[in-house]
Each structure stands twice: as structure tokens, then as C-alpha cells.
């Protein structure tokens, strides 16, 4: 996927200079155990000795890398210039950096972050490296943490970003699909747990969030809900909801989706109950498609779909309404939250143009379960593009 | 998998109180994308919210968690006392350090390290976090690196780790032996690369190393050595050497082993260079066995090595002749190699009772591929105790 690297390259020397920093450097060593959780969206595979990505505010992409680590970065063709090392990184460090950047006392932007962890990748020790290596050079005065580059290159998807989640969330939709030919009164839920985490490893999917908890399966009022586990005593009855929330990991992106059924008895066709909850949930996340537009807070969009499901005479979910979707379902940045003190200033940052955000919630139908869904969107111009197929009606189960 | 974390915060009082610190914290939030890579070994699980993990020289191990994160930590029974907060860890933090920590200006000890990338996971940005939390207190003096007690605390293993280890070792060996059976003349070295795949993920462990290249599978001269990737284009035929290198992750703990085959042609038996070499590559990883002992240094022990098999007639291997092994292949700490530059100061780290490494060598033999073999030990008081069942002669396949 080197198209992706690139593209996110061009995309952070846009944010670069936005930024007011001369050059923006990614400092890391050994990242096969972890390593900067920006780094993936530059590079693809990782590096073992100390090794400086460079982008500069003039458009150049440099990387200081050990010798071993150089070639796949030069024949990815991501970088104008792979400077290789052997001894110690000092050295060609320094002399790159009064290469690019010769003029005045260069504005170095580097990945720290009190906020954002994901913007937070340097290591302390890797800091104090850094400020030792730079010690006596003009570079040393003037480090400052990278957050307006990297919150906005992680959140602002490129198409062909999108284009590789839409093909996560149509795995993820014929996972559903699959799921509701498995499932059958009398099944319990962790036999769907189990089915499902099956076919995700057949495919080789990763799981998009803690796999003891992917997918959730709700069945019936006696469920345990939100992160709870499927049980094995708990089995689809007649007149019950059956949910399901589901994210897999495709090519290194995630989807973030969910879908439910009626377990049919007896009666004919689906309860009135059932169908006006399935309305107002549909109309919450309607409304709340319908507030999201470059500029727009998080909360507004929370307050917009909670006034809703209020108005339809439903219960307030306890939770946000949405959230960032990408390489992991949770991905930091804006949070399409409430006004709650426990999500801090995200629900304070504007949403941007590309961004992908997934929109969810439910309610609790007494003596039935929970009803719940969730949908995936693109942020447009002038408003949203949903990137999942919505489900119309509620299916059945027999 | 309690008893393990129980019994490396045992291990971590001895250590802070041998490190002369009065407390060390992992200071932590979010963790589910990463984290400290010290976390897993003294807490099952993630935690959300701004984080402290506190084992101070009197033995008090305390948590100062989220409120959400509490129960988990509470139920563990690992800490003597779990702090849960709601507003701001900055209160909580403080006050459970003047309560613990009463007398004068104690020294507390904080995940980093210039030198060791698996002991440097306080961000830069949570460290002024933390520095912002202390500011006018008696604490904010004495920050010190916890590089003498995180890296042996990852090294030396318990009695739990290794039979974990075991584990992980004895499904290896299973696989060694399906491999065995698969393997056939005119099979690629790619179809058995993804026949061990398959049951690997079949058995749901994870892969030691970057899954790209784990197995590692080699057959005759052709082959890409070292870190190469499995072909579809070369396929096994009589006279070559058929040669493995494969790890897993059980139970969060890592093997790292390797296996060689004879693919026998119309002769009788195996060829005597082969048998020869196959003598050499064993006596060489026997003399390093025999020089490890708590207080050897690694360069010692690879000395040993790659003496032994210069004197039987080979040429010498371009790498270290072992490493530690944990939760990942290649766990950091002490390196059985040549002091050479690259290495750094690892091979002049003493090795220590209970610290596991593996050992790992081979040659290249004309017209038939690499023989190499790799295993696995633990030091014990006087010398070593292998882990992996060594492989006594060279096997054959038809």
C-alpha cells in the first residue's frame, strides 16, 4: 500500500507548513515491539536502529536511517532523499538537518502530546537523545511538540484511505449477512460469538478492538450489555432483539458496524414496538448525520440525535453518539460526545473535511433487549457521505 | 494468568529496594494501542484514564486509576491498595505518594532509558504531564530512570514465565514435528510457509516475530537467507537441506526455535558433509551453552560459539550467536554477540540466574542450502538448563 504512504506524505507537508514548524521529525528506534503510533501512516514496516523521518515545511521527505534499514525506503520511492548510517545517527542527523533547513534557528516539531496519546509517540528517553545529539548546533533552542501535524494527518483520510475502509465495512456487512443465515431460535450467543471469530481469522481479518469482546452479542432483556461477554446460557428466544456489534481490521484499517433482528414467533410480522424503536433510533442517527459538517462541534452533533431519541420518548443513551473510525475503531481526535467532563475537550474540536466518523446508539426495550445501531460516514463539503449501507428495516431471525 | 503478574510485583519490591529508589511508577493512559511495554507484565489488561502504577522499596504496590479501571485491579488481588478517581488523577497522585512515601525528598524511578528501547515507555508528553502534576511538591526533584529495575524485572524469569515458556516451546515442537510430515519433495518452500500459518492461526497463538517472515523457510542453495521471504518458485529436491526457523506467542510468551532436514535422494543415508556439518553447528551451540553462567558476558559466550566452529572447519555466522526470549523473540537486555559496534553495550551485559535465551547458528553448505539449528534455555546457579528439546541428528524427508 505505498500509494497510501505517499498520499499521507503529501498531505503532511501541507500540515507542516500550516503548522509554522520548519520540519516535522519522527524519532524512533526498534518499533516492531510498539513504536510511534503515528509512524504506520508514513511507512510501511518498521526500524531497528534510531531513525529520523524528516518532513520539511519546503516539501522535502528525508529519512536518516541505520543501513539495514534502508532499502525498502528508498525502493518505496516515499522519500526525495534515504540517508543511511552505520556507526551512530548523530552525525548524518545533524548534517541533513543544515541541509534542508540552512536558514535562521529552524522550528523542529516532534511527536508529544499532554492530550492526544496518539499523538504522543516519543519516548522520553528518545527526547533526551534527541536534545543531546542537537546540543550545541542551532537546532537546540527550538522543539516543539507536533500535534497540529499529526491529530489532523491521522484524521483526515486521503481516498485511498477511504477506499480501503469501504472495503473493511463491506467484509464487515457480509459478516452480517452470514451471521443472520447462522442464527436460529435457540442458538446461544457465544455459538454466534464463537462462529464469528471463526470467519474473521479464516479471512485473516484482525479484530478492531479487544478480541474477547469482538463481536458483542446482545440477545433478550437478560444480556449483558456494552462490553459484556456472550454467554452461553443466554439463547434466541421468540419475541426478542437480537444485536450485534461488529469491527474487523482490514488491511490495517478498521469498520465499526452495528445491525439487529426480531426473533419471530408466532405473530404475524414485527410488533409495532419493536418497529417504532427501530424508527426512532434510525431518526436519532439521521439527525445526527444531518448536524455534521466541516466546522461543526462534536456535542452539537450528540445534542442534535439525544433531543431526538428525547423527543421520540426513548431514554438518553449514556454514552457519545460517535466517534473517529481508522486504523483502530477508537481513534482518537473529536469525540461526538456530550458536554461530560469525562471526554475532556474532545467534544470541543471542530470536525474536518475527510474525516471518518462512525455514528451509534440504541435503546433498551423492556422484556425484548437491546435495539442498537451504528453506521459509518465520510465528512463532505457540505455535509456527510455514508460509507456504510444503512440497514432499511429491521431484519427477522426464526 | 494472575499468579504471573503476582509474582512479578513480588520481584519488582526487590527490585526498587536493590535499585535504591523509593518508588517506581508506570505512569499510563490508554494503553489498549500500545503502552509502556513494562504494563503486561504487572497488570492483566488496558487502563483508559491517566494511570499510575505505584510499588514503592516497603513493598506497598498501588494503583491510582480511573474509577472505570478500578474493579479489574481491585478483583487481581495484586495490589495492596487501588485509588480510584474521577476528576483528575493530579489529587489522588499526590496524596497516595505523601501518604506512602512520608520522609524526606524520596527518589522516584520512571519508565526510561537512553539505551534500552523496552524500558522506555514514559512518553515525553506524559512526563511533563507528570512534572506539571508534582510542581510544588517535595517529589518534583528526584526523578531517575528505572533501567535497574524494569530491565531485570522483564529478564529474570519466575517460576510461572518459564512453565508458560514450556508451553509455548512444546506447541513449536509440534508443529516442527506436522511440518515434518507435510513436507514432501516438490512441495515450495511457500506452501509450507502457509501450511504453518494455518495452524497457527488455526490454534489461535500469534506470531514471535513480524508475520511476514515467521516461519522462516529455506531449501537449498537457492534460498534467501536470513530474513528472506518463503518462494513459491523453489520447491524441495534430493540432495538440499530443508531448514526452519519458526516462533509463536502462547499464553503472551514467545518461542524461537530452529529445525534442519536432509531431503534424501537414491543415496543410502545421509551424506557425511552433511552429517559433519550437522556435528559442527551442535558442537558450537554446546560450547556457548557450556559458557553461559550467571555473571558471563554475552561476547563470552559468542566467543565460545563461533570458536568452536572456526576450529571445525567452518566459516563464521554474521550475527549474534543468542538472545533473550520473552514475551517477544528478541526481548531486549543482554545479547550473546561479538563486540561489534552494532551491538552496543548489550554484549557486556552480565547474564543473570533465570534470564531465558536462545541460541542460534548454522552454515552454508555448497550446493545444498543453510543447516542451522536453534535452541532454547534457561541459566540457572551453575550453568544452563535447556528448555527445547535439542534435535540429536539431522532428520530426512522423501
Not at 2 to 10: G, N, P, V, W
Not at 260 to 283: H, K, M
Not at 309 to 316: A, K, Q, R, S, T
Not at 323 to 338: M, N, S
Request: with cysteine; net charge negative; hydrophobic share 40%.
Amino acid at each position: 500500500m505505498s500509494q497510501l504512504t505517499a498520499e499521507k506524505l503529501e498531505q503532511a507537508v501541507q500540515l507542516v507548513r500550516k503548522s509554522g514548524a520548519d520540519a516535522w521529525i519522527t524519532f524512533v528506534r526498534e518499533t516492531a515491539g510498539g513504536g510511534d503510533p503515528v509512524m504506520p501512516l508514513i511507512l510501511d514496516g518498521g526500524l531497528t536502529w534510531q531513525s529520523a523521518l524528516i518532513v520539511t515545511a519546503d516539501g522535502a521527505r528525508v529519512a536518516v536511517v541505520g543501513n539495514y534499514d534502508a532499502d525498502p525506503l528508498v525502493s518505496s520511492g516515499d522519500w526525495t532523499e534515504v540517508v543511511p548510517y552505520v556507526q551512530t545517527i548523530r552525525e548524518p542527523l545533524i548534517a541533513t538537518l543544515e541541509k534542508y533547513l540552512p536558514q535562521g534557528s529552524p522550528r523542529l516539531a516532534l511527536n508529544y502530546s499532554l492530550d492526544d496519546v496518539k499523538a504522543d509517540g516519543l519516548t522520553y528517553g528518545m527526547f533526551l537523545l534527541f536534545k543531546q545529539y542537537l546540543e550545541g548546533t542551532k537546532f537546540e533552542g527550538a522543539l516543539v511538540g507536533a500535534e497540529e501535524i499529526t491529530i489532523p494527518l491521522r484524521a483526515r483520510k486521503t481516498a485511498v484511505e477511504i477506499q480501503v475502509m469501504r472495503a473493511a465495512i463491506a467484509e464487515t456487512d457480509r459478516l452480517f449477512e452470514e451471521i443472520g443465515q447462522f442464527t436460529k431460535v435457540g442458538k446461544t450467543e457465544a455459538e454466534i460469538y464463537r462462529y464469528v471469530q471463526g470467519l474473521i481469522e479464516e479471512r485473516g481479518f484482525g479484530y478492531a478492538w479487544d478480541r474477547a469482546g469482538d463481536p458483542i452479542v446482545n440477545s433478550g432483556p437478560d444480556s449483558m450489555l456494552g462490553h459484556g461477554i456472550a454467554s452461553d446460557k443466554i439463547s434466541l428466544a421468540p419475541g426478542h432483539i437480537f444485536h450485534v456489534d461488529l469491527g474487523i481490521i482490514k488491511d490495517s484499517y478498521s469498520s465499526d458496524l452495528q445491525r439487529c433482528w426480531y426473533v419471530q414467533g408466532e405473530e404475524l410480522g414485527v410488533p409495532e414496538d419493536v418497529q417504532a424503536a427501530f424508527r426512532a433510533v434510525t431518526a436519532a442517527i439521521d439527525a445526527a448525520a444531518g448536524a455534521i459538517k466541516p466546522g461543526a462541534l462534536g456535542w452539537e452533533v450528540d445534542a442534535a440525535a439525544r433531543a431526538s431519541l428525547v423527543g421520540h420518548g426513548y431514554e438518553e443513551y449514556l454514552h457519545a453518539a460517535g466517534h473517529q473510525v481508522g486504523r483502530l475503531a477508537h481513534d482518537g481526535g473529536a469525540v461526538l460526545g456530550p458536554r461530560w467532563e469525562r471526554y475532556g475537550r474532545t467534544p470541543f474540536i471542530p470536525i474536518a473535511e475527510n474525516e471518518v466518523y462512525t455514528l451509534e446508539l440504541g435503546v433498551i426495550l423492556a422484556g425484548r433487549g437491546y435495539l442498537g445501531l451504528e453506521d459509518m460516514l465520510v465528512v463532505r463539503p457540505h455535509g456527510i457521505e455514508w460509507l456504510s449501507e444503512r440497514q432499511g428495516q429491521i431484519w427477522t431471525i426464526s
